[in-house]
């Protein structure tokens, strides 16, 4: 094999990213030889890679600082997928502001500003670094959604306060993942905040394969004209009460690819990583 990849990764003790073996034999099928590598690895040669490609550095939301000087030192040396000026962007979900695209409403509180927004059913208060829904809460309490904003702004973050979409716990959110911004495959996932208030028989409901309705290929079409050159994307649909579809987030830095729900997607993933070599 000629070429030599990196898959990023960060100290996984509990081995969460369980896409490493379906990834890595897929890109040896096109003839790249993959290495599983700590971003924060001291002793790795990054220089060594012919592309370094980001995919579970799951640590990072706590690490952000560190995390971008990293990318930018490899991307100095080598082909860092996606690039660094990508994941600095993207990386904290202010790039949801000017998008251009259709998102779920969202009250902004920068750090410095006044907490307030309107009276809604019930809120969704998160900062804008985060992942895994962490520091994320669901409350109809507005007490609560001001204290726990007041709270992250405090520590110096920006705050997201948004209306509880209930479809997430009935048709669930749809991600859709492009690869070289080719579509690859759909994903229906289960609510990350619908606590014990889950409809029956939809709590620990498996991600599954889903055919993306016209009007969200078209809406991820859109969100990805945005974005030339990268790698991988996954476009994360909800809907409005009104049915229409939002994004909800995009992930261009560490997403999980949902690679085991999909037969093609390994596949998809290598092939858009050897053409762009
Ligand atoms: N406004 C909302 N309505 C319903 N569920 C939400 C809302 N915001 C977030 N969630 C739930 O929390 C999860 C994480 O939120 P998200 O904005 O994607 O941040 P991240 O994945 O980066 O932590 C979503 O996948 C969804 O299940
Ligand atoms: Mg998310």
């Known amino acids: 094999m000629s070429v030599s990849a990196a898959y990023v990764t960060f100290a996984d003790p509990d081995g969460f990213d369980d896409e490493k073996e379906p990834a890595l034999a897929a890109w040896a099928e096109v003839g790249i030889a993959g290495h599983v590598v700590r971003w924060d690895d001291p002793g790795v040669d990054w220089a060594g890679f012919d592309v370094v490609v980001v995919r579970s550095p799951w640590d990072y939301v706590i690490r952000r600082g560190e995390f971008l000087d990293w990318a930018r030192r490899v991307e100095s040396v080598t082909r860092l997928l996606n690039p660094a000026a990508v994941l600095e962007r993207n990386t904290d979900k202010v790039y949801l502001r000017d998008l251009g695209v259709p998102i779920v409403p969202t009250y902004w509180v920068a750090p410095g500003e006044a907490v307030d927004f309107p009276i809604l059913d019930e809120y969704v208060v998160k900062p804008t670094v985060s992942s895994g829904a962490r520091d994320a809460i669901r409350t109809g309490d507005r007490e609560k959604a001001l204290a726990h904003a007041a709270q992250l702004v405090a520590d110096g973050q920006t705050v997201m306060i948004q209306p509880y979409l209930e479809m997430v716990e009935a048709e669930g959110e749809t991600s859709l993942l492009y690869f070289g911004g080719r579509f690859s495959h759909a994903i229906r996932r289960n609510p990350e905040l619908a606590g014990n208030t889950a409809m029956p028989g939809q709590e620990n409901r498996e991600p599954e394969?889903?055919?993306?309705?016209?009007?969200?290929?078209?809406?991820?079409?859109?969100?990805?004209?945005?974005?030339?050159?990268?790698?991988?994307?996954?476009?994360?649909?909800?809907?409005?009460?009104?049915?229409?579809?939002?994004?909800?987030?995009?992930?261009?830095?560490?997403?999980?690819?949902?690679?085991?729900?999909?037969?093609?997607?390994?596949?998809?993933?290598?092939?858009?990583?050897?053409?762009?070599?």
């Open 209 to 277: 394969l889903r055919d993306p309705d016209p009007d969200q290929l078209a809406l991820a079409e859109r969100v990805l004209a945005r974005c030339p050159d990268l790698l991988y994307a996954r476009v994360d649909l909800v809907r409005l009460p009104d049915g229409s579809p939002v994004l909800i987030e995009l992930e261009l830095t560490e997403p999980y690819l949902f690679l085991r729900y999909a037969p093609d997607g390994a596949a998809n993933l290598a092939c858009a990583l050897a053409k762009a070599i």
